[in-house]
């Protein structure tokens, strides 16, 4: 590897130690290695950076996100919660068990962790600690169950794996759905066996059929959502970014005309908060560009790529490596960096090994939630923390055989491939 490569990169993990905004820490390791190399203008930076968001299909992650900011404002939150009480309320551990179901339901709606994270803290976790549940138990209960949203569709994280690897969006849509509903069944069975040992009793008295088709009415509109967005793509009405636009008018429609619950005066901040989370992606997508390029400029991939072949030429050691290296710089690094960074290295090395680029897809996504648990970065757990003033210490404990759950559901997603590939492969054929 050359020295101006190695620089590069520790220029960016000294920027990035020193608390420089990541899309900066990025941009600016690239412009040291431009200066040290020499012979390249220095205004390709901000061409390459122009072109990083020059890309349709990342039309898609402003309209997710302002999906998900309408979903988040009209009372769909409320509803959902109350459709999980009605299903899963009966159980021993009813309001965790209630915890975790909303938010496999509000996967399909918002794409994104740290979202789901913060409306579920903010509505359920008041509620859990009301109800005799010790706090920080209710707060890790939320921090794991929101690692759901990006693994079940509509995801944000699918969106950027595709755009960067060229993986399809429509089969990494449908890949997700079995592993996130394994996640959510897994989580419950830990969380049923956790409360039964604590002690905490059901939330209602028993399961009525017709309580879950009165609630399930009531929240039909906000469940139809992922229909939408799915059907239209598997139906080739649209492209996933055209089904994010009608996801978006979707949602306005249903919350200003049918749950009346905002108006056009609740726009304005809603279109804000939207942009403010779109531009926080859209630069840090744009400052990956020109280091990502430079990566394939220096024959990076394929640097790498005889490294581990010299390491290993089995599939199965090969991405447990892949799963461990990723496991260890998650808990560093927040998971859209990693995945600008390392798409581009490893999707080339994944051909060779002949891994289906929609199998990689969620086991990358899987490992970088898993991140999102793990201190000292976390933002899962600083997210929940912050909103119940619960310390992080304390949710880290309550946390952990959720951890350990999710890590299980990983393996199995990693060698059991046909999770993720039997919807895909069932409804969009087996890749040639």
Same mark, same amino acid.
């Given at each position: 590897?050359?020295?101006h490569?190695?620089?590069?990169?520790i220029?960016?993990g000294?920027f990035?130690?020193? #608390?420089?905004? *990541?899309?900066?820490?990025?941009?600016?390791?690239s412009?040291?290695?431009?200066?040290?190399k020499?012979g390249?203008?220095?205004?390709?930076?901000?061409?390459?950076?122009? #072109?990083?968001?020059?890309?349709?299909?990342?039309?898609?992650?402003p309209f997710?996100? +302002?999906?998900?900011?309408?979903?988040?404002?009209?009372?769909?939150?409320?509803?959902?919660?109350?459709?999980a009480?009605a299903?899963?309320?009966?159980?021993?551990? &009813?309001?965790?068990?209630?915890?975790?179901?909303a938010?496999?339901?509000?996967?399909?709606?918002?794409?994104?962790?740290? $979202?789901?994270? $913060?409306?579920?803290?903010k509505?359920?976790?008041? @509620?859990m600690?009301?109800?005799?549940?010790?706090k920080?138990f209710?707060?890790?209960?939320?921090?794991?169950?929101?690692?759901?949203?990006?693994?079940?569709?509509?995801?944000i994280?699918?969106?950027i794996?595709?755009?960067?690897?060229?993986?399809?969006?429509?089969?990494?849509?449908?890949g997700?759905?079995?592993?996130?509903?394994?996640?959510?069944?897994?989580?419950?069975?830990?969380?049923?066996?956790l409360?039964?040992?604590i002690?905490?009793?059901?939330?209602t008295v028993?399961?009525?059929?017709?309580r879950?088709?009165?609630?399930?009415?009531?929240?039909?509109f906000?469940?139809?959502?992922?229909?939408?967005?799915?059907?239209?793509?598997l139906?080739?009405?649209?492209?996933?970014t055209?089904?994010?636009?009608v996801?978006?008018?979707?949602?306005g @429609?249903?919350?200003?005309?049918i749950?009346?619950?905002?108006?056009?005066?609740?726009?304005?901040?809603?279109?804000?908060?939207?942009?403010?989370?779109?531009?926080?992606?859209?630069?840090?997508?744009?400052?990956?560009?020109?280091?990502?390029?430079?990566?394939?400029?220096?024959?990076m991939?394929?640097?790498?790529?005889?490294?581990?072949v010299s390491?290993?030429s089995n599939?199965? *050691?090969?991405?447990?490596?892949?799963? @461990?290296?990723?496991?260890?710089?998650?808990?560093f690094?927040?998971?859209?960096?990693?995945m600008?960074?390392?798409i581009?290295?490893?999707t080339?090395?994944?051909?060779?090994?002949?891994?289906?680029?929609?199998?990689?897809?969620?086991? +990358?996504i899987?490992n970088?939630?898993?991140?999102?648990?793990?201190?000292?970065?976390?933002?899962?757990?600083f997210?929940?923390?912050?909103?119940?003033?619960?310390p *992080?210490?304390?949710?880290?404990?309550?946390?952990?055989?959720?951890?350990?759950?999710?890590?299980l559901? +990983?393996?199995?997603?990693?060698?059991l491939?046909?999770?993720?590939?039997?919807?895909? #492969?069932?409804?969009m &054929?087996?890749?040639?």
């Open positions: 590897m050359e020295m490569l190695t620089l590069m990169l220029a960016m000294v990035l130690a020193i #608390n420089i905004p *990541v899309a900066f820490a990025i941009a600016l390791s412009l040291v290695f431009m200066v040290l020499g390249i203008k220095i205004e390709t930076l901000v061409q390459r950076m122009v #072109n990083g968001t020059d890309s349709f299909p990342l039309l898609a992650i997710f996100i +302002l999906a998900g900011e309408l979903m988040n404002r009209v009372g769909i939150t409320r509803r959902l919660f109350t459709l009480s299903m899963v309320g009966h159980i021993t551990g &009813g309001l965790a068990h209630i915890d975790i179901v938010n496999t339901i509000m996967a399909g709606t918002s794409g994104s962790s740290v $979202a789901d994270a $913060a409306g579920t803290a509505v359920w976790v008041p @509620v600690a009301e109800s005799g549940y010790k920080s209710a707060a890790a209960v939320t921090a794991a169950a929101a690692t759901i949203a990006p693994v079940i569709p509509p995801s994280g699918m969106i794996y595709a755009a960067i690897s060229g993986a399809s969006v429509g089969r990494l849509f449908l997700g759905f079995l592993p996130g509903i394994l996640m959510a069944i897994t989580m419950m069975a830990t969380a049923y066996i409360c039964r040992r002690g905490y009793g059901p939330a028993s399961f009525s059929w017709r879950v088709l009165i609630e399930l009415k009531k929240s039909l906000a469940l139809f959502m992922p229909v939408i967005i799915l059907g239209g793509i139906a080739g009405l649209c492209t996933p055209e089904a994010a636009a996801a978006a008018v979707y949602a @429609v249903v919350g200003m005309f749950y009346k619950e905002i108006g056009l005066k609740d726009l304005p901040p809603i279109l804000l908060d939207a942009a403010v989370g779109t531009a926080i992606i859209g630069l840090i997508m744009a400052a990956a560009t020109p280091f990502g390029w430079i990566i394939v400029w220096e024959r991939p394929q640097i790498v790529m005889e490294w581990v390491v290993t599939p199965v *050691v090969f991405l447990m490596l892949v799963n @461990v290296f990723l496991l260890i710089l998650g808990t690094m927040d998971s859209i960096p990693i600008v960074m390392l581009p290295i490893l080339p090395i994944m051909i060779k090994f002949g891994i289906d680029l929609t199998h990689f897809g969620l086991i +990358l899987i970088l939630m898993i991140g999102g648990l793990t201190p000292p970065y976390g933002i899962l757990l997210t929940v923390s912050g909103i119940t003033k619960v *992080v210490s304390e949710v880290v404990k309550e946390v952990f055989p959720f951890m350990l759950t999710i890590l559901v +990983l393996m199995m997603v990693t060698y491939p046909s999770i993720v590939l039997f919807l895909p #492969n069932l409804f &054929g087996v890749p040639k």
